[in-house]
């Protein structure tokens, strides 16, 4: 973000809950400040995603792109009250 004053966040926040492709969105303590997980049917229409959605709203300086290769663990349930196991198990 190039200026984080309330009305900036506020209006950013805003555009990027009114992007249907951003399919999750949180703001983060640190660098970067934002992390969007968005949708896209193939690299052309991310292209158009980024550049004509993602890079003009509100207060974005810069933006860093990363796409998945491979899903390795897709949501899995927390283990609560599971012990711990070793990898040599």
Known sequence: ???EDAATIADCE???AA???VRHA???F???DYLLWDVAPDL???AQLRDEKL???P???RLTSTIVMKRIVDNRPLPVGEPLRSHAQ
């Open 59 to 61: 207060g974005v300086a």
């Open 26 to 28: 949180e703001r983060l």
């Open 44 to 46: 052309t229409s991310y």
């Open 1 to 3: 973000m190039d200026r």
């Open 14 to 16: 805003a555009a990027i």
């Open 19 to 21: 992007i249907p492709q």
């Open 30 to 32: 640190g660098d970067p």
């Open 55 to 57: 890079a003009t709203l």
